[in-house]
């Protein structure tokens, strides 16, 4: 890397131009803190990238005893020596003054200091009192997309077989749920189909709801390089939003929030229409494309634009593409998961590929993303609520062969019951039923929807918290007991990426104070608990990261995500490499379904389906029916429109998402100087048609206010779609005098303040993207510009890229407009 490079004012670095089906070419990024030479670091430790999905392998470089900074690994297969900026500058997170060093128990209303024995035993004292008092559903375990693979299926072995709950899901139901369901739907089974190697091959490339930009850099880094070489790609970008990916579109489509099914039955009715589909391949790996065909046949471009907002020659445009590419590669993220009809639209982009044949070959893929650096292992090891392994819950040999995996009896396994998904979690613990919630390496408090709801819910005195971070978060401000733990770089254990790359993370420093990883906390647990097999030894029986690691192998053989020909030794290589990895494949597998479906048949799929409206899950002798032998699933998908459109008080559609530089609640990125300089405070996008009709002004001080609550922060104004409002989901009350919540009488700084206690019916996610909202100016900006960054998405008006509508009206009354900017302005 160029050293006299910003990589906050350019955080994709320079360019490396290489050709269709070449190697992407080798750029190493480094960076040491101040004063540090290359030649004073006395160990590189190999690890990956902790603060997003994309899995970059790089070193951390040790000098006393400290982290003191990072270099890309030139010889991984993900990013080639690159590295974005969260992952140059998050590092320096580890060393912030205020990690918590030492437990906390609540007494008399205030979190004070005690040892770790005082601190386990009041969580063991509970959790064995309510097991005795009212069963294995009065505790619930809500965990995260950030701990090691090791962690996750010791937890998930830890409440499945030792305390017996169905209550155990991860924040990856905010983020990657929907990416799961949707393959489950249309392959029987989760599991990346395709590889981000791909990106070499694709001439089209199509990325749905997925800013990959600020969401995983680095392969907007490969990507770019594709577009500077020769024989480039053409992209088509769906996002509402003026995304660096926007702008390096052939084709940029901004739909209205919520109307994305719409959109995607368009593009298939299209590519259907003017013969573009593959029949051979329909017919031998696929079932159901005659009703996909009957359920898009009145679903015209026009059709589609006036529900969208897109003119319909730009639809049929984008189909034409679509439907002419000869390597199709398609990449999905939160503008679809996080929406209306999420897991729909998410299965009409997997049709897009199964209709025209373009899967399991160089360049033809889909990446139905992840968000979180380890959400992929919180799927596998079965910390989501499923089953590990990709098993199936409704299948008794599936049951009884996880049984045998752990020496337990099958009925011990719950599995009378769909797993509960965090959102139907939290309302247990809000009636009551579930007396005690162990949270681990997540912060719902800022992150969950309808915040003043969430905060009421961990309060209750009934409800026993625990919380298990890395600093004091506003959820562990509210907790009963507070479990300080180490994080990467302090300890070892592996974590899958978004393409199914397995890299290891070895242990560079100690942990501060007496922080203790995550794996050791919950051996602690299971020991004092007295957890017991079937013949009275030990449930939990590893004792470490590797003999975690080996049990999990021993759970995971025969399955899809088989990784019994990985070792620690062999991931200690240059590169990481691929699930599976077996003897029939020891060096990876690089995309699925190379040669037909692999795991839909009745016996081996992880689900049965679910109907795309309802939720409804179809029966094992329904799924029989349709698809008898295991093939690709075609599911059509309705449009409904969205549950809260705009309206006369709440004129706008609010849409929150992620900005290049912090990642989830800033507990890490906040405490980085590069990273909260570059985005400080919270702010809220607005059109430069709304802004220039409400007579605002960049920089304005605005109330975002929905039925649930309001928000502040400064205005910027961009090349968003008209009527549409987006608040960065990043922003609690850590570091202002607050602490955990908005000042007493205030509107807060934390999107979803506002946003609405509504989900997905099959993926059971919650919905960030669609609620209705209205804008209030509280000051004028008296010369004061935007927090928000001018590189990302977020660029003002003057440097954005501005979508075609279909010259519709405003999605707001503008006499309604006027009123509240006479009132407040």
Not at 7 to 26: K, Q, S
Not at 64 to 77: P, S, T
Not at 307 to 318: G, K, T
Not at 336 to 349: F, L, M, P
């Amino acid at each position: 890397m160029d050293a006299s490079i910003d990589r906050i004012a350019h955080p994709w670095g320079g360019r490396t131009p290489y050709t269709p089906h070449e190697p992407w070419p080798v750029r190493v990024d480094t960076h040491l803190a101040e004063g540090v030479l290359t030649g004073e670091v006395q160990r590189w430790v190999q690890a990956a990238s902790l603060l997003h999905s994309d899995g970059d392998a790089m070193d951390i470089a040790v000098k006393d005893d400290r982290i003191v900074g990072v270099r890309g690994r030139a010889g991984d297969r993900v990013n080639h020596g690159r590295l974005g900026p969260k992952d140059l500058f998050g590092w320096q997170a580890n060393s912030s003054p205020d990690r918590l060093t030492r437990p906390l128990i609540r007494r008399q209303g205030r979190l004070v200091e005690v040892d770790w024995s005082t601190a386990m035993s009041a969580v063991v004292a509970r959790s064995k009192a309510l097991l005795d008092e009212q069963g294995p559903g009065s505790i619930g375990f809500y965990t995260s997309g950030q701990l090691f693979l090791e962690e996750y299926y010791t937890l998930a072995v830890m409440a499945r077989a030792g305390i017996g709950t169905n209550h155990l899901d991860g924040n990856t139901r905010l983020c990657t749920a929907t990416a799961g369901e949707a393959l489950k739907q249309s392959f029987g089974c989760d599991g990346q189909p395709g590889t981000y190697d791909d990106i070499d091959h694709a001439d089209v490339i199509a990325l749905f709801g997925h800013n990959i930009a600020e969401t995983q850099p680095v392969q907007w880094m490969r990507m770019l390089d594709r577009l500077e070489g020769a024989q480039p790609p053409r992209l088509l970008c769906v996002d509402p939003r003026p995304t660096p990916v926007a702008r390096a579109a052939s084709i940029h489509l901004a739909p209205r929030s919520g109307t994305n099914v719409a959109l995607l039955n368009a593009l298939l009715h299209e590519i259907i229409r003017t013969g573009r589909t593959d029949p051979a391949y329909i017919a031998s790996h696929t079932v159901g494309y005659e009703e996909l065909a009957e359920n898009v046949k009145d679903c015209t471009p026009a059709w589609a634009s006036s529900l969208c907002d897109v003119p319909a020659a730009r639809i049929s445009e984008a189909a034409e593409l679509l439907g002419t590419a000869e390597r199709l590669l398609s990449t999905v993220l939160q503008g679809i998961y996080q929406s209306h009809q999420a897991t729909a639209a998410a299965v009409q982009i997997n049709n897009l590929h199964l209709i025209r044949g373009m899967l399991g070959r160089p360049g033809a893929g889909v990446l139905q993303m992840n968000g979180q650096p380890t959400a992929q292992n919180t799927r596998e090891c079965g910390a989501n609520g499923d089953l590990p392994g990709f098993r199936n819950w409704e299948n008794d040999e599936h049951v009884a062969d996880l049984a045998t995996v752990w020496n337990v009896e099958p009925q011990s396994i719950p599995h009378y019951a769909p797993p509960t998904p965090a959102m139907q979690m939290f309302r247990y613990a809000e009636q009551g039923s579930i007396r005690m919630l162990w949270i681990s390496g997540t912060n719902p408090a800022v992150s969950l929807p309808e915040l003043s709801r969430i905060r009421s819910v961990l309060a209750q005195e009934r409800l026993f918290v625990v919380t298990q971070d890395l600093f004091l978060t506003e959820s562990a401000q509210l907790a009963d007991v507070v479990l300080p733990a180490a994080t990467w770089g302090e300890k070892t254990g592996t974590f899958t990426n978004a393409d199914r790359t397995v890299h290891l993370s070895d242990k560079a420093v100690e942990p501060p104070g007496e922080a203790r990883p995550d794996l050791d906390i919950f051996l602690d647990y299971a020991a004092r608990m007295g957890f017991r097999d079937k013949d009275g030894d030990p449930l939990v029986h590893w004792t470490d990261p590797e003999s975690a690691f080996e049990a999990w192998k021993r759970c995971s053989a025969g399955r899809p995500c088989d990784y019994t020909g990985l070792t620690y030794r062999q991931l200690r290589g240059s590169t990481g490499i691929q699930w599976p990895c077996n003897d029939q494949a020891p060096n990876g597998t690089a995309r699925l379904y190379t040669d037909g479906i692999t795991w839909a048949h009745p016996d081996m799929c992880e689900s049965y389906g679910k109907d795309l409206i309802t939720g409804a899950a179809d029966s094992v002798v329904e799924y029989r029916s349709l698809n008898p032998d295991g093939k690709a699933i075609i599911r059509a998908g309705e449009y409904l429109s969205p549950h809260e459109p705009p309206n006369g008080e709440y004129p706008f559609q609010l849409t929150t998402g992620r900005t290049l530089y912090h990642f989830h609640t800033r507990t890490k990125t906040g405490r980085v100087p590069q990273l909260n300089a570059a985005a400080p405070e919270v702010w809220v996008e607005i059109s430069a048609n709304d802004a220039t009709q409400l007579r605002l002004g960049e920089g304005d001080l605005v109330e975002v206010a929905t039925p649930r609550g309001a928000m502040r922060g400064r205005l910027r104004v961009t090349g968003i779609r008209t009527g549409l409002l987006f608040v960065p989901f990043h922003y609690g009350y850590w570091d202002t005098p607050a602490g955990y919540r908005p000042a007493d009488g205030s509107p807060g700084s934390a999107a979803n303040e506002t946003t609405i206690t509504d989900w997905d019916p099959v993926s059971k996610q919650p919905v960030f993207k669609t609620a209705a909202a209205k804008l209030t100016r509280i000051e004028p900006s008296d010369g004061r510009s935007s927090p928000a960054p001018t590189t990302t998405a977020s660029a003002p008006v003057e440097d954005s890229h501005l979508p075609p509508t279909s010259g519709g009206a405003p999605a707001y009354a503008a006499q309604e407009a006027d009123r509240e900017t006479e009132v407040n302005g």
